[in-house]
């Protein structure tokens, strides 16, 4: 009994003191913002057909679609031109936002806004990839995934540098653009609300993230002792830890149901089926290349029992690291020849920042550190020195030493 106590109190410790995978979660936020950010501008020009209020799919068809279903979309609270142009402003800008890790809690949340609020206003828009955004779209509110390489993470490294040398600023300026933004999205959310267009589930979703904003400000301000903070970082880190566990099954769950829908195909099994996409005009941005591919038939028939392998054995070798790290690697050159080959980036893209949870923290690591040094040379310190301030050298994003991380405006 003693043992299983030990293992459980253990396990609960695991869970509860820290916020697992910080290079992990970071790595798809940056992937599936940069991914919807990369879609947005290059439909920008297309953005009314796609989206917008005169497009094939009628405002009145989405109308009556949402009424049925009760899909989430800001999109339907108009169909005027400005209301469009604004809510596709914001996506744009809260998916850039997010991508660098400004006030990652509050861009996460506006995210997931314009993602619902688009695909749900023209669900027949999207290649697949569009799916995998919606879901982890949601499931990122619930990270922290702006623990290491975001502006958050450096405005924490200077907070800790400031109190180190013992001029951090007094309390009520510390964080002044935070209240603002807290502030003007309480009164946009009011406004929402008083005019009904919220359903109950959505109000208490919206509400409740907005208030942990306040307890959480209120409480590391107020707070005469650590323990109101450390109860909210232990409940943060549980709600995390959750949430990056449902991306992980959700990534497997994708690619164990593509295996086993593959497997009862004839095509599959045969050997074809990827013969075939290769001659369609609609996956053929480079014909030459299709026509030189699908004229072996040993490399089709390769690639395709091999993908269907691959994607069947993938969540049963998450327990042995060198296997899973080879049939990820796989994976991902697999979706990189999509994106090339079949013409289809975006859902690429999606599908390699959805991979990307399973990378090996060393890994992600060394990543970071390439990309600093490359920063380092590109932008020499010396030369963004200040007068009077030492040149540093070139930093990389690590996780905070103190434990109290997440939750800002």
């Known amino acids: 009994m003693n043992r299983i106590a030990v293992s459980i109190s253990r396990g609960i410790a695991r869970v509860t003191d820290a916020a697992l995978g910080p290079y992990q979660t970071a790595v798809i936020r940056i992937g599936f913002a940069a991914t919807w950010l990369l879609f947005l501008l290059r439909e920008f020009p297309h953005r009314q057909e796609m ?40 996506a744009v800008l809260s998916a850039l936002l997010l991508l660098v890790g400004w006030r990652t809690r509050t861009m996460s949340v506006l ?29 990122l509110v619930f990270t922290r995934c702006g623990q290491v390489w975001s502006l958050d993470a450096r405005r924490a490294r200077l907070a800790r540098e400031a109190r180190a040398r013992g001029d951090l600023p007094r309390a009520g300026a510390q964080d002044r653009a935070g209240l603002v933004l807290w502030a003007v999205l309480g009164l946009l959310l009011a406004a929402a609300t008083g005019a009904g267009r919220l359903s109950p589930g959505w109000l208490m979703i919206f509400w409740g993230l907005w208030a942990v904003q306040a307890l959480w400000w209120a409480v590391g301000r107020l707070a005469r002792t650590a323990e109101p903070r450390i109860l909210l970082d232990v409940i943060a880190n549980a709600v995390h830890n959750a949430a990056l566990l449902v991306i992980m099954a959700e990534a497997c769950l994708i690619y164990a149901t593509a295996g086993w829908y593959k497997i009862q195909g004839s095509r599959w099994q045969d050997g074809t089926a990827v013969y075939y996409p290769l001659h369609l005009d609609y996956f053929s941005p480079w014909p030459a290349l ?33 296997v899973k790290n080879v049939l990820l690697a796989a994976m991902m050159t697999e979706h990189a020849v999509i994106a090339v080959v079949l013409g289809l980036p975006f859902f690429s893209l999606a599908m390699i920042a959805a991979d990307a ?40 994003s690590e996780p905070a030493e103190d434990p109290h991380v997440g939750f800002t405006a």
């Not at 999109?75 to 604004?86: I, R």
């Not at 669900?123 to 919606?134: E, K, L, P, T, W």
């Not at 089709?300 to 054995?313: C, D, R, S």
């Open 111 to 139: 995210f997931m806004v314009g993602v619902l609020s688009l695909q749900n206003r023209s669900i027949f828009m999207g290649d697949g990839g569009d799916n995998v955004i919606h879901l982890m779209a949601i499931y």
């Open 290 to 322: 299709s026509d030189l591919l699908a004229s072996h038939g040993t490399i089709v028939m390769l690639v395709t029992y091999g993908t269907v392998a691959v994607q069947v054995a993938f969540p049963f070798t998450l327990i042995n690291r060198r």
């Open 357 to 396: 949870v399973f990378l090996p923290t060393s890994f992600l690591r060394r990543l970071g550190g390439w990309v600093a040094r490359a920063r380092g040379r590109l932008f020499p310190p010396g030369a963004r020195k200040l007068p009077g301030q030492r040149a540093e050298g070139p930093r990389t």
């Open 51 to 90: 989206y917008g209020p005169d497009g094939p799919w009628k405002w009145d068809l989405a109308q009556r679609l949402v009424a049925d279903n009760h899909a989430f979309t800001i999109l339907m609270w108009s169909d005027g031109q400005v209301w469009f142009e604004t809510v596709y402003a914001l």
